[in-house]
């Protein structure tokens, strides 16, 4: 999780406990009150009288240690200054007090990793911020691209910053000759997410002036030209690598980039969703994926984006870090969860099913993907944004078999008691796909 600079966003949840702890953490303290003399001769340090402080009292010594609460978080690294001598040989390095005390908090449930004005999300409340702007001043009023510029920059683009950044991303060069061959050497059939990891790789591998190891050297710590370069690069490749594939898969021919378009005109373009008449993609489309992807642009530090974020801290170069994001993203308990949702609601079969789907699921015998969501204990704000373009896209999907049962699994789980008590309601998976198979 991540913290914002006014605003803590914790996942609620308790530390587990178990035999085998995580390996110590290495290094020194800062800003804790330490043990006093005679205790390793440490001296307690002093705290302004103002500032809100974890008083905490050791039942194995009876030493107390205030430590520092800053935006309702305390550092990990402070609970390293309590300590224990050790009483004889210790067998198993886990048991080492001396080397202070640990905290285990499996699945970052109740854990911060890292400070952030990004987003800032609020499960209790149903509210999404990108920079401080409520997603509900977003959508449909932004473009993708605006929204981009926001999450990367800071602030939505001036008209000349968002025609340079538009402009940067259209023109950029597309990949070579070998990522497009290596993307045709998977049968049409094979799952789009493997092939889009395939392409990057391929990518890298034909560019390795852009990696640092092969380079031997930090290319990009404190290098702002070679990062705002790499932005552009990893932004522009994602459209087309995944445009490509999705070619491939169709068996459709891949169509270059127009300058003049939009990101998400281009997207379409280059997959060859167009207006048969006009050979331009239809603005109702372009509209719909820009509301879609406005409203899923971030979600605070989620497993994909701790994963590119992992992988980045070793200074590795962006596609790298970008393919760590990508594979995580494709899990059923992340990005992967709309395609699983759909399957397991299409497996439903028929409206008159879903009381026995339903039961199943409170018997624990199954679980139903799209019902409820590890921060959301209100309805999931997104899902409102969904259910609304779902109202308005029903003369394109009034004979959708599928879609009926998963309006009725929402109907009936919406106020049974097991659900409602539970407080699961349902999320943005539940009915994303059926938004692009509207379209």
């Keep these: 999780m991540a913290v914002t600079e006014s605003q803590t966003t914790l996942i609620n949840g308790k530390v587990e406990t178990t035999d085998s702890l995580a390996p110590q953490v290495k290094g020194k303290l800062n800003g804790i009150n330490s043990k006093p003399e005679g205790m390793n001769g440490h001296i307690q340090e002093r705290h302004s009288p103002d500032q809100n402080v974890l008083h905490i009292t050791d039942s194995r010594t009876g030493i107390s240690y205030d430590i520092p609460i800053t935006h309702n978080s305390v550092r990990a690294l ?22 202070g005390l640990r905290l285990l908090d499996p699945g970052f449930q109740n854990t911060a990793v890292k400070e952030s004005k990004v987003t800032y999300v609020n499960g209790r409340k149903g509210e999404i911020q990108y920079r401080g702007h409520p997603i509900e001043n977003l959508v449909g009023v932004k473009q993708y691209e605006d929204i981009m510029y926001l999450l990367i920059w800071g602030h939505l683009p001036t008209e000349p910053e968002k025609i340079n950044f538009c402009m940067s991303l259209a023109t950029f060069p597309l990949p070579p000759p070998t990522v497009f061959d290596v993307i045709r050497a998977f049968p049409p059939s094979s799952p789009p997410i493997p092939m889009i990891i395939a392409g990057f790789s391929a990518l890298a591998a034909s560019q390795p002036e852009s990696i640092p190891a092969y380079r031997a050297r930090n290319i990009y710590m404190g290098n702002s030209i070679a990062v705002h370069h790499q932005i552009i690069r990893s932004i522009a490749n994602m459209a087309s690598i995944s445009a490509a594939v999705y070619c491939h898969k169709v068996g459709r021919q891949f169509t270059p980039p127009e300058a003049h378009l939009s990101y998400v005109e281009n997207v ?55 393919i760590s994001g990508i594979g995580s993203s494709w899990g059923i308990l992340h990005g992967g969860a709309i395609e699983v949702a759909y399957k397991d609601i299409q497996r439903v079969g028929s409206v008159s099913a879903v009381h026995e789907k339903i039961n199943a699921v409170k018997a624990g015998k199954m679980r139903l993907f799209g019902y409820g969501h590890r921060i959301y204990k209100v309805t999931d704000p997104r899902y409102v944004f969904i259910h609304k373009m779902l109202d308005e896209l029903q003369t394109d999907i009034t004979d959708d078999a599928v879609l009926a049962v998963a309006m009725e699994i929402d109907r009936v789980a919406s106020t049974d008691e097991y659900f409602t008590s539970r407080k699961l309601k349902a999320n943005a998976d539940l009915f994303a796909s059926f938004v692009y198979k509207a379209l």
């Design 78 to 99: 402070d609970f390293k200054a309590i300590k224990v001598p050790n009483e004889g040989d210790v067998s198993n390095e886990a048991d080492d007090a001396e080397s």
């Design 268 to 322: 379409l373009l280059m997959m060859g969703h167009v207006n048969k008449d006009t050979g331009r993609p239809d603005p109702k489309h372009v509209s719909y994926i820009q509301r879609l992807w406005v409203l899923t642009a971030d979600h605070e530090m989620t497993n994909s984006t701790a994963a590119f974020l992992h992988t980045a801290s070793s200074l590795n170069d962006p596609l790298m870090s970008l």
